[in-house]
């Protein structure tokens, strides 16, 4: 089983900084990495597949990288509704598909 | 545009079985390319994947619940279902369906709103 470990578990940040949230995997998992937006009391919200591949409507500040078992969700200038809870997800090795335990993304 | 929704019981007694369904409006889910899933969120922790379903009915599972579920879907009704049995309160949990994109990667483009399922006597 792939296990994902993301850091920070919370970043304290204010609108206009840049973000930078990583997702470790104990091993490569190539490039199904995705990243995922989850807002209190609401469902996920998919914005990065294929590591870097935006999901449609997804905002250009919102961007991702990495290879192997490094990955990381920038987002390059904080609005205000970027505050929540952040997941990265395997489908590399399988199953299981395995989350990420998540980043907070909280208003300093 | 795709859109899922939910629906489940709410409460479920210990060791009885779990069943959710999904409605899926908006597109087919005969249509190829895209896998059936669902995915709980425990109450304050983080996402836990419970398997997926093509609409030929060809599933895989996550092994740490794999004896205890089953999925099926129903063509006809647009629908796909989870049944999780000899639930306990470790099963207490919001329940969402998601729709799997086979081009992302396998990455889940489209969610439900959830459904919370609450196991106790």
């Known amino acids: 089983e792939s296990v994902l470990t993301q850091s920070p578990a919370t970043l304290s940040l204010s609108p206009g900084d840049r973000a930078t949230l990583s997702c470790r995997a104990n091993?490569?998992?190539?490039?199904?990495l995705a990243w995922y937006q989850q807002k209190r009391g609401q469902a996920p919200r998919l914005l990065i597949y294929?590591?870097?591949n935006r999901a449609p409507g997804i905002p250009a500040r919102f961007g991702g990288s990495g290879s192997a078992t490094h990955f990381t969700l920038t987002i390059s200038s904080l609005e205000p509704e970027d505050f929540a809870v952040y997941y990265c997800?395997?489908?590399?090795?399988?199953?299981?598909?395995?989350f990420g335990g998540g980043t907070k993304v909280e208003l300093k | 545009q795709v859109q899922l929704q939910e629906s489940g019981p709410g409460l479920v007694q210990p060791l009885q079985t779990l069943s959710v369904s999904c409605t899926v409006s908006?597109?087919?889910?005969?249509?190829?390319?895209?896998?059936w899933s669902w995915i709980r969120q425990h109450p304050g922790k983080g996402l836990e994947w419970i398997g997926y379903?093509?609409?030929?009915?060809?599933?895989y599972y996550n092994p740490s619940l794999k004896s205890r579920v089953t999925m099926s879907v129903d063509t006809s009704k647009n629908q796909f279902s989870l049944n999780l049995s000899s639930v306990t309160a470790a099963d207490t949990a919001v329940y969402y369906c998601?729709?799997?994109?086979?081009?992302?990667?396998?990455?889940?483009?489209?969610w439900g709103p959830g459904t919370t399922v609450t196991v106790s006597s």
């Open positions: 294929d590591t870097s």
């Open positions: 091993q490569s998992i190539s490039a199904y």
């Open positions: 998601a729709r799997v994109v086979i081009d992302y990667f396998y990455a889940m483009d489209v």
């Open positions: 379903i093509y609409y030929s009915e060809s599933s």
């Open positions: 997800q395997q489908r590399s090795h399988w199953p299981p598909l395995t």
């Open positions: 908006g597109g087919s889910i005969s249509t190829g390319g895209y896998y």
